[in-house]
């Protein structure tokens, strides 16, 4: 139990990894106004927060939601196979 009770104060202590919106551009290699269209979606937009006027992202968050498009583009193709046959 003390074990566990460290390794979560250690979690908690552990600094975010976050990036700008020039950087995420970067990261994905996409345009800044396709982040912006991606933030604005209105099913699963892609996670994002500002500080005053700027936009930023934590990469583990949007790691997450990639894997979740990928996920669900899966899906899709795989009902869209079933269908044709």
Do not use: C
């Not at 927060?49 to 899966?74: C, P």
């Amino acid at each position: 139990m003390v074990v566990q009770q460290q390794q979560s104060k250690q979690k908690r202590m552990m600094p975010l990894h976050y990036v700008n919106n020039k950087s995420m551009s970067e990261y994905l290699g996409v345009s800044t106004r396709t982040l912006y269209q991606l933030r604005r979606r209105g099913k699963d937009p892609m996670p994002s927060f500002m500080l005053g006027s700027r936009v930023f992202y934590i990469l583990h968050d949007v790691d997450e939601w990639i894997k979740r498009q990928r996920e669900n583009t899966a899906t899709i193709t795989k009902n869209k196979k079933v269908q044709e046959v």
